[in-house]
């Protein structure tokens, strides 16, 4: 139980890591803030902003882009030297 030996402060992940997730996070984030709105206040009538390429295209890319980052970021590893 006595170990001699001096204990080292190992973390799972390194600065890359943190970096990748941080932009994953911003990513993911954007995404969603791009996904949002189109809707009307009546109900009665019809937003056409509702099915813009904004909405239909670039958010759920955006979105996936980020959790495809955020999976990199996860299983990112530094060479050891």
């Not at 911003?26 to 109900?43: N, Q, R, T």
């Amino acid at each position: 139980m006595n170990n001699t030996e001096p204990s080292k402060e190992h973390f799972v992940f390194g600065p890359m890591n943190y970096i990748l997730l941080g932009i994953g996070i911003v990513l993911l984030g954007l995404g969603y803030i791009l996904l949002s709105g189109g809707g009307s206040d009546d109900p009665n009538v019809f937003n056409p902003a509702m099915f813009n390429t904004r909405r239909l295209v670039v958010a759920p890319l955006l979105i996936v882009i980020g959790l495809v980052v955020e999976i990199c970021a996860i299983m990112f590893r530094n060479k050891k030297k």
